[in-house]
């Protein structure tokens, strides 16, 4: 059976770091005979120029019946007044919906190599190893009703819903919890229930899942507003965090952050299992198009290749191939490469296409 | 005329930080001849124990009457299952919205004395000076509809409301603007835009006011998760930051963790100013009520010190005075003392009785 793969460069750095990946899976076809259908399309404001649109249904279809989606990135200020319902962000936005695409992973990892990149005091961050399982379909958002209405006065109201259900927080829920058994055994579970109903329903529905299935991972709670100072207090405290769609992505970022090297960040989204045993999942670097660096050749590809590695663990059992990739990139910060956002004194600075090159260098040694 | 002030300690450490408050407005009457006319009240649990209320109307009508409030912490999870219409933080929700207290001004200012108690390294923080100007009577915070409903399956569905409009978002982007001018003279402006309507409103209202009346102003725009993300890569690309209710509670909590001392940030909540010239407003500590130390008497009292400092000089126009605080807290610091919360090798640890009177006795000497 050939693993169907669909890949999906976006816009900015999106393409750059995509085509290192084709690198990694030219190597994977050579050296262990794995052979991937790879179709790959316009999404983002790279659609919007060609299409009119920042993704065409048939993208969609496609995604639907691909094994995996390999996602670059999208957003681009070219597109800033393209209109709400046009923007390139609605590319990603609609993947994760019309995928039921309901748990967003966000490992927030130091590597060792990378220590002296965070700007938290190494003693806070040696061995910073936190999973952010992120709510990815629902909140605040996707609920409506939403939009700006004009008033009689002409003044504008902008209206937004935040919207949860107890089936909605309890698969989140047990992804962070199965996930746990598998880490450090504990839960963190983070709303502001202190504010907002949702947020108590969040809390209440995680709690009675837990007394129900998960009695022996070590659950607590925590307000959204203190979550983000203890991870900058003590990020360390955290094994998995669970939470909604708007404080996960604002969250994710922060933690990520810790570890002064964003560029290497991978994440995934994973759907629900069908009666098939398929589960749809889409990859992606947690890090956006940053437009300011596109096209200069100096993007870092790693989050990009580590999201490939982490695609093959995944959705394709295939544990042995996706470690060679991690160690790879590991041996190659070990030998000094870094590309500008992770330099340092002492280093190499590289750009994007050397260091690409350079994986597959190590890979050949493995 | 005498000052009406309205002193509502609340829970956790908040009457034992508000006890060395007590001091140095002793301190006022005695050396600077200045005549408070103080009523103090119960809110939050403290009031819940009492009234079965967390805040009683009588209160809030005191408030309304008052020249300034003065309020310490609430929030107990003694109370935490006590309905959520009568949980500990309505006190604080409600005072913000029947004083119409909009614009929530939160510095995040590294103290030099205290620069090593930041978990971020030296150089990323120094000097580090921040004012976070966040909404705080909208937003979904107070948006309807809002609420937990039960389906006819038996499951439920939590809901809240996020609602901004063109009045809402223009009068706390004047305060932001306002402020600048007295400071840095750049506000940079925070929503999710590229998600959610409200904050594609926010940013084009922010826009045009910034075009009509405050071009002088350098104004720039981030989307909050890479906002949460600048915090912690670099602070102090920051002057002031303008942000709704949410996104304020996370992000200003974030950033006064940035200086490592909490414990240390008085806020200021300031409404409009009426026909008579009379401005509600009400100062609190940036810091909760922590009720893991309360009773313990090792709260650090500087924050709530701090917050009179600013009632002062925001509410009375007494400059001198607060100044005269500033530094007493300023000497306080540089001889030596620390509560626990910003203890560090070398320093004589104390109290916060030990740590109030340690002010006056600076006051006496300026
Ligand atoms: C691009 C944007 C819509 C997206 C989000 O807000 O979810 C991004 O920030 C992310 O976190 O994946
Ligand atoms: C106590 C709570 C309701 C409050 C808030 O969320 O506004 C607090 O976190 C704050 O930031 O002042």
Redesign the interface.
């Known amino acids: 059976v050939t693993k169907k793969l669909l890949v999906l460069p976006g816009d900015g750095i999106g393409p750059e770091v995509m085509n290192e990946v084709a690198r990694i899976v030219a190597w994977m076809g050579r050296k262990r005979g794995v052979a991937f259908d790879i179709s790959e399309d316009l999404v983002g404001g790279a659609s919007l120029a060609v299409h009119g649109v920042p993704i065409r249904d048939e993208v969609i279809t496609a995604a639907k019946a691909a094994d995996a989606v390999l996602f670059g990135s999208v957003?681009d200020p070219k597109w800033a007044s393209v209109g709400?319902d046009l923007?390139p962000?609605v590319a990603i936005?609609k993947l994760r919906q019309e995928l039921g695409l309901f748990a967003n992973l966000r490992p927030a990892k130091l590597f060792d190599a990378l220590a002296e990149a965070s700007?938290?005091?190494p003693e806070?961050v040696a061995g910073l190893d936190i999973m952010i399982v992120r709510e990815s379909v629902g909140g605040?958002?996707f609920?409506t009703p939403?939009?700006?209405e004009t008033?009689p006065d002409g003044?504008?109201?902008?209206?937004?819903?935040?919207?949860?259900?107890?089936?909605e927080i309890e698969r989140v829920a047990r992804v962070a919890f199965d996930l746990a058994r598998q880490r450090g055994n504990r839960v963190c579970s983070v709303e502001?229930c202190?504010?907002?109903?949702?947020?108590?329903?969040?809390k209440e529905?995680v709690t009675a899942l837990h007394a129900r299935d998960y009695a022996d991972v070590e659950l607590t709670h925590m307000l959204?507003?203190?979550c983000?100072?203890q991870?900058?207090?003590?990020p360390r405290q955290f094994d998995v965090i669970v939470t909604g769609n708007?404080?996960g992505?604002?969250?994710s970022?922060?933690a990520?952050?810790?570890t002064g090297s964003?560029g290497m960040l991978p994440s995934a989204t994973l759907g629900a299992v069908d009666e098939e045993g398929r589960r749809p999942a889409l990859y992606e670097p947690i890090h956006?198009s940053a437009p300011d660096i596109a096209g200069k050749g100096i993007a870092n590809p790693l989050a990009q290749i580590l999201s490939f590695a982490m695609l093959l663990r995944y959705s394709f059992a295939m544990e042995a191939e996706a470690a060679l990739i991690e160690q790879a990139v590991a041996n190659v910060l070990a030998s000094g490469l870094r590309t500008a956002d992770i330099m340092s004194p002492g280093m190499a600075q590289v750009g994007t296409t050397v260091m690409g090159e350079a994986v597959v260098r190590e890979l050949d040694k493995l």
């Open positions: 957003g709400f923007r962000e936005l700007t938290l005091k806070v605040i958002y609920g939403r939009g700006i008033l003044s504008k109201r902008g209206i937004n819903t935040e919207i949860y259900t107890t089936s502001k202190n504010v907002m109903e949702s947020g108590l329903l969040w529905v959204a507003d203190n983000a100072m991870l900058v207090r003590n708007l404080f992505d604002l969250l970022d922060l990520s952050m810790l964003l956006g």
